[in-house]
């Protein structure tokens, strides 16, 4: 029963994540680092220390008391993830939601689950599986023959994605993705993708503070399993290193582009700007809200990475063919992007499987 649980709130955070970006599609006259950076101060600053709040009510003792280094790395792998998040809303912008999401979600699960590994392969702990583990094992062997194919179905988007750029003329490639640009798109969502999955890499390191959270709330409720929300306190000093990486570079762009006025330009639609940005920042952070507690059902930090990944995956794609992002390509371009989306989803499903053998 606790899987299902898990599975089931893996699915409304990958849904979550897959959706985010459709309330920025409502924001009328701001330029992109306007919103992006509204959105932002509630996905990273406001509603993980609220949510952490109503969870844990004495999470920022649990933070004073935890070691520096941990608090430290936690950080610094929240801001090398930040620039994944910030490349990550470039590289919808350049690729739209089924192509970028499908590019960059295949690099992050990918990465996601080898980063750590590696990392344990140089500092070993106790519980955790090194890269020359996985190697030597049936289950870790698995778990590179998944991330081998997932680098294939990324190839596979790729192409699709270049078929599209052929096909289409300037005036269509407007009309299913205002700035496609098929380079671009493919150079941040690779940088976005591998910097990425520093947050899974950030939650191993924050771990010290969860199981703080953790012990606490079993002693409260002896025989009641593991606490759902105990990643929530993790989630508020992680998500601090990503809002300096994009509060900086969104700071910089409205500097460049003369763009800080957007803030209170009264020609704008103020309010539902102000209100679609924080509607965008609040279900971003929701997909890591409910992404915790499925990894307290399931018991496995990487399998529970890669279903996270496949969820969102899915769910983007099924809002690019709503906004018809592949309207308008033949049925080869459309066959390519269907092959390359379900290599990805099959290569999640290879490592998620991997993860359960070595389990």
Known sequence: MGVILGVIFHFIGGFASGSFYMPFKKVKDWHWESYWLIGGIFSWLIVPPLAAYLTIPNFAEIIRQTDGQVIWWTYCLGVLWGIGGLTYGLGVRFLG?????????????AFGALIPSVYYNFKPHEGKISFMQMANSEGGRMVLLGVLVCLIGIFICGRAGMLKEKELSDEKKKESVKEFNLVKGLIVATIS?????CFNFGIEAGKPM??????????????????LFSNNVTYVV????????????????????????DYTNQKTPLKGNYLFAALAGTTWFLQFFFYGMGESKMGNGASSWILHMAFIILVSNIWGMVLKEWKGVSSKTKTTITVGILTIVAS??????GNSIGR
């Open 348 to 353: 999640v499903m290879i490592v998620g499987y």
């Open 97 to 109: 939601m089924s192509l970028g999401n499908s590019v960059i979600l295949g690099y992050c699960a």
């Open 193 to 197: 993708g591998i910097l990425s999955a």
């Open 238 to 261: 992680l998500l601090w290193g990503g809002l300096t990486t994009n509060f900086i570079w969104c700071i910089l762009l409205n500097i460049r582009n003369k763009s800080y006025g």
């Open 210 to 227: 969860a199981e703080v959270a953790n012990h606490t709330w079993q002693l409260a409720n002896p025989g009641q399993g593991n606490f």
